[in-house]
């Protein structure tokens, strides 16, 4: 008992690290002058200060005394401690002539003991512990610091940030922030000093097999999403495999398009179901579902007003991060028509509309404030978000799309620690018709989860542009998909036949799940379509009598559960909900799953959910190996146009060498 | 000397309004308050902040300082307190915030605070419930239970009570981490 005590105690006083001395000096004199200020006489404090003792610190408390009652009442600490680095130079030899005048009588404080002075101020309670409130000067300090601390970490742990980055920050403040890398490896526990990587991801533990007889109903909401697969593209082409939370399997296989047949006449999409084998389990079967959405004909696509919400804070100044957005839209403003509008609204230091509304015919003009864009300062506020939906709603007309797109590191500024009320003022704002998407930029502080919360919220998609190659692919060859909303709320609904399927398992869709009764419900939001976008959902389904069934039958109560075989065919039942755009009421689609095979094209979204899962760690796959995926992709990859899918074998074929090791 | 005057005679001295013996007081007892505001916070940074809070309001509640208890104890006292206040302003003002620019100071010293702690001993610590975690700080700063009872004002029965809590959770934490 005790033992473990005192090891605790022993790391703990290995991890306690020494106060900064800075901050030592900065916070002492802060308790000086509070303590003269409450004796009502600063002369007093610059008069016992004269009386130097202990050399060093002495002297910088001198220093700082005296610094200080010049009037710099009002001033924050952090000003403080700058006016302290840049005096110490000269430092020292205030403190040779302190101390070669020798020691005066070091009791004069002492002689003191009886107050002269009376007391005038009234007495603070000992339980009156509001340190805020005495402390008026404190509180500006710590935000001061912060913005400057978050300068010094910006950037991506494989590319440290150029010192331009590091200049923004209050010299006297750089020596805290060091000082804190240092400090962790003291004592015996030594941390590798290494610069924090900021990176969050949703993401949530792996759909479980479901037992048909007690759970039939399966219930998620479409995803359009492709952040996940350029992430992973990006950490493994920068040699590491992706973090296992960075992987969403829907979202790599929904990064390729399929060849599904498209829809006629006037629905918004066609639901197109196929049963294959799985390739990593031959006692069950994929039921693989893809949507396939509407393309309407380009020339007679509504006009677009775009509000570009651009991070310039000091973290974008990576090539991979501000130069390459500016690239991006150079790519994506080729695309536009005249009619359209674009506005560019910046956020960094202050929000700021940096073009107003502009036809895209001006090209000249859009160009020009794209390249004027320079990033600097941190992050400022709500008030970008705010504006960029208010210049939107200043250029919404009747008939019109109108789309916020913000492009961030991650590290954008729109106060998750409050996500609810983001949540409101995100829908609220959806309500009123404006589009949101998300495009994140370069890694280190990327912001994965907080990207998927605004994008699912603003009825819009995440998409990761890591090289200009992915900005090709979302901002031009998808642009309708991106830009134009087919559908709204688009939810899936299955219910499996207990009949011919006894378990089922749902791959991917972890941060999509709904609730059965939420598919009817109108009000509860779930993810939209754009024109001609796909969606792919993939079921791994254990037919009745397999010998692969997980879960044994119950003793008790089977005779309620399980229903006798039928011979229908149906594998399950179908059902999908969607809102046309601007609609409250959904639409329903229904069609049972029967046991077709699909062509042989589609096979390759297996591929994907095999290499999602094995970069999980799925335990589903049993000893299905990269080989197979790899062999599986490289059959199943047709004619692939555009290399997307050449390239995820390659993707593929690097992440088997890297977890080899 | 000066340096050889206890703390209780340096802070009645102080309480009297003498700021030599404040001064002298507090460069004694600076790097010890820093390292118990550490361990009720687990993170340099939180533990610098507040020391800068517990400096800022030391000279007022010294004046209501009696020599009834040790200085140290009446010391930690403030700093637990002072922990708990800052606690409990961090939790109001995220929910109560208004302008998303402070709920984004907020958020990004959170994330700062969560890459700095690397080692599970701070993470562990952090994960503690705020009294147990009180607790534990005034112990593994060789404070007998006695002593932490004084100071966080319950029994000392309470204080083993919590410190077993907290052994508990940790061993829980640890194989979590471990499995």
């Known amino acids: 008992m005790t033992d473990d005590l005192d090891d605790l105690k022993r790391m703990m006083d290995a991890a306690t690290p020494r106060p900064d001395a800075a901050r030592r000096a900065e916070n002492i004199a802060l308790a000086e002058k509070n303590f003269a200020d409450l004796q009502g006489s600063r002369d007093e404090a610059r008069l016992m200060s004269a009386a130097p003792k202990r050399g060093l610190w002495t002297g910088v408390r001198q220093m700082l005394t005296s610094l200080t009652s010049r009037g710099a009442l009002t001033a924050s600490t952090a000003i403080v401690a700058v006016g302290l680095v840049m005096l110490t130079p000269f430092g020292g030899s205030v403190l040779d002539n302190v101390r070669s005048r020798g020691t005066p009588d070091e009791q004069v404080g002492m002689k003191r003991l009886a107050p002269e002075e009376p007391v005038v101020i009234a007495e603070e309670p000992m339980a009156a512990d509001d340190t805020a409130e005495s402390a008026p000067v404190a509180a500006s300090a710590p935000r001061a610091r912060d913005l400057a601390k978050v300068d010094v970490y910006e950037g991506d742990a494989a590319a440290p940030p150029p010192p331009s980055v590091v200049a923004p920050a209050p010299q006297a403040e750089m020596a805290p922030a060091m000082g804190i890398t240092a400090g962790r490896a003291v004592g015996d526990i030594v941390v590798q000093p290494q610069l924090p990587d900021t990176e969050a991801f949703a993401n949530a533990d792996a759909n479980p097999v479901k037992v048909v007889s007690e759970d039939p109903v399966s219930t998620f909401s479409i995803d359009v999403d492709t952040a996940s697969y350029a992430v992973v593209r990006n950490s493994l082409t920068n040699g590491t495999l992706p973090p296992a939370d960075a992987v969403r399997v829907e979202e790599m296989v929904n990064y390729f398009p399929y060849d599904y047949p498209a829809p006629e006449g006037d629905a918004a999409f066609l639901p197109t179901v196929q049963v294959t084998a799985t ?48 690239q991006s839209f150079r790519l994506m403003l080729g695309q536009l028509r005249p009619e359209d509008q674009v506005a560019i609204v910046t956020y960094a230091g202050s929000a700021g509309r940096v ?37 939107a709603a200043e250029m919404a007309q009747e008939g019109e799309v109108s789309r916020v797109i913000l492009a961030t590191d991650g590290d954008f500024n729109v106060g998750l620690s409050d996500p609810e009320a983001l949540k409101d003022y995100i829908a609220a704002q959806r309500d009123s018709g404006t589009y949101l998407s998300v495009l994140g930029f370069g890694r280190g502080n990327l912001d994965d989860a907080t990207m998927q919360a605004l994008a699912q919220n603003g009825n819009g998609q995440a998409a990761y542009i890591d090289t200009l190659g992915e900005a090709q692919k979302v901002l031009v060859d998808q642009l309708g998909g991106s830009l134009f909303p087919i559908a709204d709320d688009v939810k899936i609904q299955v219910e499996f036949n207990p009949g011919q399927v006894a378990e089922y398992r749902l791959i991917g869709y972890e941060t999509r799940a709904l609730r059965r009764e939420d598919f009817n419900n109108d009000k509860v939001d779930a993810g939209d379509i754009g024109a001609g976008h796909q969606v792919t959902a993939l079921y791994e389904v254990t037919p ?39 609609e409250d009421a959904s639409r329903l689609i229904e069609t049972p799953i029967t046991a077709t095979s699909g062509n042989a094209e589609a096979g390759f979204a297996a591929a994907m959910a095999g290499f999602g899962q094995l970069l999980r760690g799925s335990v589903y796959l049993g000893d299905w190996s990269w080989e197979e995926a790899i062999a599986l992709a490289n059959e199943t990859k047709g004619e692939d146009p555009f290399g997307y899918r050449a390239e995820a074998v390659q993707l593929m074929r690097l992440a088997q060498s890297l977890s080899a090791n | 000397m000066l340096m050889e005057t206890s703390d209780e005679t340096l802070a009645l ?41 517990i400096c800022a309001a030391l000279p007022a509640k010294l004046r209501g300082y009696r020599g009834e208890a040790s200085v140290t104890t009446w010391l930690y006292r403030i700093c637990v307190n002072a922990a708990h206040d800052r606690r409990r302003r961090a939790a109001s003002h995220a929910k109560a915030a208004l302008g998303w620019g402070e709920w984004e100071v907020a958020r990004r010293a959170v994330a700062e605070d969560e890459a ?40 000392e029965g309470t204080v083993s009570w919590r410190v077993s809590e907290a052994k508990k959770h940790l061993a829980r934490l640890r194989a979590e981490e471990e499995r």
């Open chain 1, 544 to 582: 009745v009598g397999s010998p692969a069934q997980l879960n044994d039958p119950l003793r008790y109560g089977a005779a309620t559960g399980a229903a006798a075989p039928d011979d229908s065919g149906e594998l399950g039942f179908l059902r999908l909900r969607y809102k046309a755009p601007g």
């Open chain 2, 116 to 155: 700095e702690a690397t080692d599970w001993l701070t993470r562990a610590m952090r994960a503690l419930p705020p009294d147990l975690r009180d607790t534990l700080a005034l112990v593994l700063d060789d404070m007998t239970h006695r002593a932490a009872g004084e100071v966080l004002g319950i029994s």
């Open chain 1, 355 to 391: 073009l107003d509304p502009t036809p895209a015919g001006e090209r000249s003009t859009i160009l020009a404030a794209l390249d004027a864009l320079g990033a600097g300062g941190s992050t400022a506020g709500q008030a970008g978000l705010k504006q960029a939906y208010a210049t």
């Open chain 2, 13 to 53: 001295a102080a309480a009297g309004g003498d700021a030599a013996a404040f001064s002298a007081l507090l460069e004694r007892q600076y790097d010890r308050m820093f390292r118990l505001c550490f361990r009720l916070t687990g993170s340099r940074h939180e533990a610098e902040d507040l020391t800068q809070d």
């Open chain 1, 279 to 326: 390739p990593w389990n031959p006692d069950t079967r994929l039921v693989q579902i893809g949507i396939q959405g509407a393309l309407p004909a380009v020339e007679d696509r509504p006009p677009l007003n775009l509000v570009f919400l651009i991070d310039t804070s000091g973290s974008m100044e990576d090539p991979a991060k501000l130069p390459l957005l500016k």
